[in-house]
């Protein structure tokens, strides 16, 4: 059984992931970029970690790391604090979001979609 939250995480990862791709092909210095590009780029991005639970959790947090601060604020505010309560599960001895960190997971999923529709 799906827990609750489990499709909000996975649809902003696979958001993510494109734009980091994109992101890293870049230069360093790229400003940042408005919302509706940031909007754009987590709609094409791809990503999806891969090994066990504690495995993909690092690899989502490190994602959510590495395009935050690319894209819009009102974007990359809510990712950045996605990535460090995914920091959080990533070292529970489970690697896996408590129920807790899924609904804080889902209020900073709706931040985004606030802005992303």
Not at 43 to 53: E, L, R
Not at 79 to 104: H, P
Request: charged letters at 20%; one cysteine or more.
């Amino acid at each position: 059984m799906v827990k609750p939250g489990a499709g909000v995480v996975r649809s902003v990862v696979l958001s993510a992931g494109l734009a980091a791709s994109l992101l890293l092909t870049g230069c360093a210095a790229t400003p940042k970029m408005d919302v509706a590009a940031s909007c754009e780029f987590l709609n094409k991005d791809t990503f999806k970690p891969d090994g066990n639970q504690q495995q993909q959790s690092k690899q989502i947090a490190a994602h959510y790391h590495e395009i935050a601060d690319k894209l819009a604020p009102e974007i990359g505010n809510p990712i950045k604090e996605m990535a460090a309560i995914m920091d959080e599960a990533a070292a529970s001895s489970l690697g896996a979001a408590t129920q807790d960190q899924q609904e804080k997971l889902k209020v900073q999923f709706n931040k985004i979609g606030e802005y992303c529709k």
